[in-house]
């Protein structure tokens, strides 16, 4: 049953405007009276909303995500980083954190690139991308650029963000559209994530029982260098 209900709920994030039941039935192989039968129980502690048979995501499912912290603090330290970088670049930012084999993104404010690349929270990237290689560990020092190698239309700046101890724990990328010149996207990429890691070194410690605090396990990111 909890497969089940884990699998709706995958499915509704991708649909933003919502699925009904046959769409789910047959996107989770599943039969329609299961469906409707988880359906109502993920409506009824707030995990999944109904509006005109139609099933998304629900409030209490987002605060529950609220609660999971890639690396104690990055979210809070990112914060103001990042909307300064888009106010001062016009670019879509991104904080990206390694999960799975792909750059998942914990942080954003959507800029000029929308609507050929939607910029928000959960959306997960290849590590073919500028945040991917920024995040496994580029070879040369220095922001990965991308000027159209994944996404025509596109090009990105993007440079690691890293914990008091060195390790890389996040990737903070600008998304410009081409024919812009990238070294001022470039230079205010490093200055907001030069400020992310030094809000992270400024921060109290880790309390136990938080991931990533002292006496547990913390997330590892490979360094692999780039292709």
Do not use: N
Not at 30 to 36: A, E, I, L, R, S
Not at 55 to 81: H, K, S
Not at 183 to 197: D, N, R
Request: net charge positive.
């Amino acid at each position: 049953m909890l497969e089940g209900a884990f699998a709706l709920l995958d499915s509704l994030r991708r649909y933003g405007d919502g699925a009904g039941v046959t769409e789910l039935a047959e996107v989770c192989g599943v039969p329609k009276g299961t469906v409707h039968r988880l359906l109502d129980q993920l409506v009824a502690v707030g995990a999944v909303e109904r509006r005109d048979r139609r099933y998304r995501v629900g409030p209490q499912l987002y605060r529950l995500g609220q609660v999971w912290e890639p690396y104690p603090g990055l979210r809070a330290a990112a914060r103001l980083p990042l909307h300064r970088l888009r106010a001062a670049t016009g670019a879509g930012v991104v904080l990206s954190v390694l999960r799975e084999d792909l750059a998942l993104t914990v942080g954003s404010v959507p800029g000029e690139v929308e609507p050929i690349v939607q910029v928000h929270d959960g959306v997960a990237f290849g590590l073919d991308t500028a945040a991917g290689r920024a995040l496994r560990g580029p070879r040369r020092p220095g922001a990965v650029l991308d000027r159209e190698d994944v996404m025509a239309g596109v090009c990105c700046a993007a440079l690691p963000v890293r914990a008091p101890d060195g390790r890389t724990v996040a990737a903070l990328t600008g998304m410009v559209r081409a024919g812009r010149r990238l070294e001022p996207l470039v230079q205010a990429v490093a200055e907001a994530s030069g400020a992310v890691t030094r809000a992270l070194a400024m921060a109290p410690p880790a309390r136990a029982g938080v991931p990533g605090a002292p006496g547990r396990p913390t997330p590892s990111f490979r360094p692999v260098e780039r292709a």
